[in-house]
């Protein structure tokens, strides 16, 4: 009769546990620390609250989920400012908790930009640019004012963190004074812009040589290399780009005229027919 009684027992635990694992879920939220504690909406339902347990990157969180408000201090729970985390809230689902302050953990740039320079290394030009009080790891794009119009020119992955830091990007640079926009692209679209300006150890001026188009060759030659962009005269669509001192038209449409980018110059050609 007891053995009864206890497998009954374990019977309705059984059916308890599986009826309240059937009815919990998951809301996953990914985002990036920034001295900021998680403040969670708990909803009390007639069993108790709505969230059964909270993970951050794997780990279970130390916090009090027994409570109308949950507050998760990542601190607490080993994150350091500028971390990355995925957390996972379980929860019954008949409600959903809210987290108060979603957009405190979006990714917000705060970097400052300490210096730059351009050196010419074997032949290659690089820019050179020192940033530091990075919030975190964020993409920085790369402007270069040519012929009065910003052309992006390239970007690197910043690395997050206060300390100085020297990125580098490979380049074209102009004779003279070159001016640059450092940039980075918040998740609600707004910039954070630093523009510099740095004087190039170039000194050669490039000039277009020669568009030549014969049966055999079909290509315009510069004086020396430089970044060019082709772009086409009737829908201003880019057509050609790159970095050469000489550049192979052959696979542009025929009897179209275009628009060459170089240096600080512009200059109009045509596409012969043949």
Same mark, same amino acid.
């Not at 408000?69 to 729970?77: E, Q």
């Not at 780009?241 to 110059?265: A, C, H, M, Q």
């Given at each position: 009769?007891?053995?009864?009684?206890?497998?009954?027992?374990?019977?309705?635990?059984?059916?308890?546990?599986?009826?309240?694992?059937? *009815?919990?879920?998951?809301?996953?939220?990914?985002?990036?620390?920034?001295?900021?504690?998680?403040?969670?909406?708990?909803?009390?339902?007639?069993?108790? @609250?709505?969230?059964?347990? %909270?993970?951050?990157?794997?780990?279970?969180?130390?916090?009090?989920?027994?409570?109308?408000?949950?507050?998760?201090?990542?601190?607490?729970?080993?994150?350091?400012?500028?971390?990355?985390?995925?957390?996972?809230?379980?929860?019954?689902?008949?409600?959903?908790?809210?987290?108060?302050?979603?957009?405190?953990?979006?990714?917000?740039?705060?970097?400052?930009?300490?210096?730059?320079?351009?050196?010419?290394?074997?032949?290659?030009?690089?820019?050179? *640019?020192?940033?530091?009080?990075?919030?975190?790891?964020?993409?920085?794009?790369?402007?270069?004012?040519?012929?009065?119009?910003?052309?992006?020119? =390239?970007?690197? %992955? =910043?690395? =997050?963190?206060?300390?100085?830091?020297?990125?580098?990007?490979?380049?074209?640079?102009?004779?003279?004074?070159?001016?640059?926009?450092?940039?980075?692209?918040?998740?609600?679209?707004?910039?954070?812009?630093?523009? %510099?300006?740095?004087?190039?150890?170039?000194?050669?001026?490039?000039?277009?040589?020669?568009?030549?188009?014969?049966?055999?060759?079909?290509?315009?030659?510069?004086? =020396?290399?430089?970044?060019?962009?082709?772009?086409?005269?009737? *829908?201003?669509?880019?057509?050609?780009?790159?970095?050469?001192?000489?550049?192979?038209?052959?696979?542009?449409?025929?009897?179209?005229?275009? @628009?060459?980018?170089?240096?600080?110059?512009?200059?109009?050609?045509?596409?012969?027919?043949?």
């Amino acid at each position: 009769m007891y053995l009864k009684v206890i497998r009954r027992f374990l019977t309705l635990l059984i059916v308890c546990v599986s009826v309240s694992n059937l *009815f919990s879920a998951e809301l996953e939220f990914n985002g990036t620390y920034y001295v900021q504690n998680a403040y969670i909406k708990n909803p009390a339902l007639q069993s108790g @609250f709505c969230i059964q347990g %909270i993970t951050l990157n794997g780990k279970k969180v130390d916090s009090n989920i027994n409570t109308g408000l949950v507050v998760v201090d990542f601190s607490k729970n080993g994150l350091k400012s500028g971390d990355t985390f995925t957390m996972i809230i379980k929860y019954d689902e008949s409600d959903i908790p809210v987290i108060i302050n979603r957009k405190a953990f979006e990714s917000a740039s705060t970097f400052e930009l300490v210096s730059a320079k351009i050196e010419m290394e074997n032949g290659n030009t690089n820019l050179y *640019f020192t940033i530091k009080d990075e919030t975190s790891p964020m993409p920085f794009y790369i402007d270069h004012l040519r012929a009065n119009k910003w052309v992006r020119i =390239g970007a690197v %992955i =910043g690395k =997050g963190g206060k300390e100085e830091k020297q990125y580098m990007l490979p380049m074209t640079s102009l004779p003279g004074e070159n001016k640059f926009k450092i940039y980075q692209i918040n998740n609600d679209d707004t910039q954070r812009c630093r523009e %510099i300006s740095v004087e190039s150890p170039k000194k050669e001026v490039v000039e277009l040589k020669k568009i030549v188009q014969n049966k055999k060759v079909k290509e315009i030659r510069f004086t =020396g290399t430089t970044e060019y962009i082709i772009v086409d005269k009737e *829908f201003g669509n880019t057509k050609l780009r790159g970095t050469s001192n000489t550049v192979d038209i052959s696979s542009l449409p025929r009897k179209k005229k275009y @628009f060459i980018s170089y240096e600080e110059n512009f200059k109009t050609f045509k596409r012969k027919k043949k």
